[in-house]
């Protein structure tokens, strides 16, 4: 019954390949999130989709690309892979007009780009 | 440009006694602060947060307290136990811009209860 799921869990790729990682949310949220920690393991934002749109797009680079079919899923396609984009991914969801409920957060995807 | 630190990367307190996590911010348009508690290999799990119009906010052994004129907060455990070892990360949101719509996180504190 996990609220937010994320696959793969983990991901190795060679550099200049194309990857998705999907994310799905049962909680009937309406906000939807990707994050990034870098080795350094500082917790950033790259995109946040309200309702399917794009609210946040936090300087990433267009080899990035989120898609959100519906509100509860929000994918990330990520092209021409490189070795700087090694990195855990973690999705997260919550319901606008809620702030201190904080979010809810998958397992991470850990990608490996070699 | 890191609008929330939190300066001490580790803490180790015995069993028992209390747990003190600080966090510092610079943005003043930050209307709510959440701490998140993260072991390895899973996300971060909300833990409890505290709006900017409190000063305090208790859930069972944790409390967060929030000093709005030195830009400051703390999370307080008591009594740590040691399945409180984890990485918390103290995280901030609110302002301009589409800013309710993310959170900032501070680097995390690692906390090692020993028993």
């Known amino acids: 019954d996990t609220a937010v799921s994320q696959t793969p869990k983990y991901l190795v790729t060679q550099m200049g390949n194309d990857k998705s990682i999907k994310c799905e949310q049962n909680?009937?949220?309406?906000?939807m999130y990707w994050y990034k920690q870098d080795s350094k393991k500082f917790l950033k934002i790259m995109f946040s989709?309200?309702?399917?749109?794009?609210?946040i797009n936090e300087t990433v680079p267009n080899r990035f690309s989120p898609k959100s079919p519906d509100k509860a899923h929000l994918n990330l396609h990520i092209n021409s892979l490189e070795l700087g984009d090694s990195a855990v991914y973690f999705c997260?969801?919550?319901?606008?007009?809620?702030?201190?409920?904080?979010?809810?957060f998958g397992s991470g995807t850990r990608l490996t780009v070699v | 440009d890191q609008q929330v630190k939190q300066n001490s990367p580790s803490l180790s307190v015995q069993e028992g006694r209390i747990s003190i996590l600080n966090c510092d911010y610079t943005?003043?348009?930050?209307?709510?602060f959440l701490w998140y508690k993260k072991y390895p290999a899973e996300g971060p799990t909300f833990l409890i947060s505290?709006?900017?119009?409190?000063d305090k906010n208790e859930d069972g052994r944790f409390t967060v307290f929030l000093n709005k004129s030195a830009k400051h907060l703390s999370l307080h455990i008591v009594p740590s136990q040691p399945g409180d070892s984890a990485v918390y990360f103290c995280?901030?949101?609110?302002?301009?811009?589409?800013?309710?719509?993310?959170?900032?996180f501070g680097k995390g504190t690692l906390l090692t209860v020993n028993p």
């Open positions: 505290i709006s900017s119009i409190k």
């Open positions: 997260a969801s919550s319901s606008t007009g809620t702030p201190n409920y904080g979010y809810t």
């Open positions: 995280a901030a949101s609110g302002g301009a811009g589409g800013s309710n719509y993310k959170l900032t």
């Open positions: 989709y309200n309702n399917k749109e794009l609210i």
């Open positions: 909680l009937g949220h309406d906000t």
């Open positions: 943005n003043s348009m930050f209307d709510y």
